[in-house]
């Protein structure tokens, strides 16, 4: 479902607007509304880290220019979507733009870290959302069980799912998940 685009840019303003508020890690715009997102803990951001790293290990080889990089917003705005995923794979010249955000045709891998208090949030709107965006791959690692899926289109009907341990294949990359940590 889409938003109106009148709409969707009121809510870049005032998200913009916003004043810093502690433990507030991310802002995202999804189904119409501003969502708040709490700040993640230090193994949501070692699985993210250590994701990374197998990532950009590889992609000099197979997609040179390329990065795994945190951070970065991506936007849709024709469906009315902002998101900030733990961790994206783009080439490094996208960074090069005036825009404030990636946007999907230029993202190759979406990896999602799941939270202790919003599971659904990856689970089923950002798989919604990062399918319809045509992203090709959406990865969630979820350390609440030491699990994760790996989605690939079309339209995220291929999931591989995985426990951490298991050496697993996203794409042309291979990751080794031992080194996830589920929370404490």
Do not use: C
Request: hydrophobic share 40%; charged share 25%.
């Amino acid at each position: 479902m889409s938003v109106d685009p009148a709409v969707y840019t009121r809510l870049l303003e005032i998200a913009d607007q916003l004043p810093k508020v502690p433990g507030i890690g991310k802002i995202e715009i999804a189904g119409g509304q501003i969502v708040m997102m709490t700040s993640p803990v230090k193994r949501h951001e070692l699985a993210v880290l250590r994701i990374a790293r197998q990532l950009n290990a590889q992609l000099p080889t197979t997609h040179p220019g390329y990065i795994a990089h945190p951070g970065a917003d991506l936007e849709d705005a024709g469906l009315g979507r902002l998101r900030n995923p733990d961790l994206m794979v783009f080439s490094e010249k996208a960074l090069e733009s005036d825009q404030p955000a990636l946007l999907p045709h230029e993202v190759l891998l979406v990896v999602e870290v799941v939270s202790k208090s919003n599971p659904e949030n990856d689970y089923r709107d950002k798989v919604h959302d990062y399918s319809t965006m045509g992203i090709p791959l959406y990865m969630i690692i979820d350390p609440r069980t030491g699990t994760g899926i790996v989605h690939s289109e079309p339209d995220y009907e291929s999931r591989e799912k995985f426990v951490f341990g298991d050496k697993i294949t996203v794409g042309a990359w291979t990751l080794d998940t031992s080194g996830l940590l589920t929370y404490a």
